[in-house]
């Protein structure tokens, strides 16, 4: 304690306010832009996960099936699979239209399952039973079941998750799947093109399970981030061994299969609910982060919501793609959907940033 007291007799009275403010801007720094960081510092700390093996994609609206399917290292069948997609649903009205419009022609069946409950354990109404007559077009072909959520307090939100998911194997089931038709896993926003759908119904032996390369965008189609996006994946169902999940199941994937559209919603109250609802509630680190004004102007600049680094696992990645996502003018190659209802879906395309309130 005295060689405290004479260091301390040392220092005069502009060093300690120096050294005080110095201290709390740190600790400060660290409590705003901790989680930034944290992300920073990823490739120190975490290695990158193995690389998938890219099966090259061929496709032309003139190509023949069969010579498409031979491209492929496939024959062609006599007569397409049948195909089944199962999404669970929260509040994407819009995209989910945008998606079933989009392989509507090729679907057997669209399986969806929808709770009262947030992954983080929040109530939510029944979005998709109160909006159904929306979906009056998909009927004949819809499987729709509904579960009640837990509501457990201080869960991790990734457990209510893959507990909804679960619940899709038996509403497959219900919806008539046989072994070697083709099942679609894919949140809403994932949405596979149509094209590539038809090629895998109709090519003979394709993977028993082949993850979707989908081209990665934020807020509207006007934002293009990267083609990373790697969750959505197709099976070729076998009884009792498929199961429903959304993580890496093999090392194959598919390129250039189609979209990924996060936050892509018409309202700031879905973005609002999003960033309350989803699995990482954490990052909603302050409360102004769900300030209305504060999102638009996010949106429009095609920013983080969130104010995160760029979830990646080389410092050249992560430095490459730090500030605003830059803007894309292209409206080619997107689900034809959008397109043919361009004025409905204005706010999903290149220079419609501004989003109603309500």
Not at 124 to 141: G, H, L
Not at 228 to 242: F, G, I, P
């Amino acid at each position: 304690m005295s060689r405290i007291r004479c260091i301390l007799h040392g220092i005069d009275l502009k060093t300690c306010i120096f050294l005080f403010v110095l201290v709390s801007t740190l600790v400060f720094s660290v409590y705003v832009h901790g989680q930034k960081i944290s992300y920073f510092l990823r490739p120190l700390w975490e290695s990158p996960p193995k690389p998938f093996r890219d099966i090259p994609h061929y496709y032309h609206e003139n190509v023949s099936m069969e010579t498409l399917c031979k491209l492929h290292g496939r024959g062609v069948r006599e007569f397409p699979r049948r195909v089944y997609n199962a999404v669970l649903f929260s509040n994407e009205v819009d995209i989910l239209i945008v998606w079933w419009q989009e392989l509507y022609p090729f679907i057997t069946q669209f399986v969806l399952l929808e709770s009262n409950s947030t992954f983080s354990g929040i109530p939510k109404p029944m979005v998709f039973a109160s909006n159904r007559d929306q979906f009056k077009f998909v009927e004949p072909r819809l499987t729709y079941g509904s579960i009640g959520g837990r509501f457990k307090k201080g869960e991790n939100p990734f457990v209510e998750e893959a507990m909804q998911r679960v619940v899709l194997d038996p509403l497959l089931k219900i919806a008539g799947i046989t072994d070697d038709d083709l099942l679609i896993m894919s949140d809403v926003d994932e949405i596979p093109s149509r094209h590539t759908i038809n090629l895998l119904r109709w090519c003979d032996d394709i993977p028993q399970v082949l993850h979707l390369r989908l081209k990665n965008y934020l807020y509207s189609f006007e934002f293009l981030v990267d083609d990373k996006s790697w969750r959505a994946e197709v099976h070729r169902y076998q009884t009792d061994k498929t199961r429903y999940a959304h993580y890496r199941q093999t090392d194959e994937i598919l390129a250039d299969a189609g979209w990924h559209c996060s936050f892509c919603f018409h309202h700031i109250s879905e973005f609002v609910f999003k960033m309350k609802a989803n699995s990482h509630i954490d990052r909603v680190r302050f409360s102004h982060y769900l300030n209305p004004k504060r999102i638009q102007r996010v949106i429009c600049k095609g920013a983080d919501l969130f104010d995160m680094l760029p979830e990646e696992y080389t410092f050249k990645e992560i430095i490459g793609k730090m500030g605003p996502i830059p803007h894309s003018f292209s409206a080619v190659h997107l689900p034809s959907h959008l397109l043919e209802n361009a004025d409905e879906y204005k706010f999903l395309l290149p220079g419609n940033c501004l989003r109603e309130s309500g």
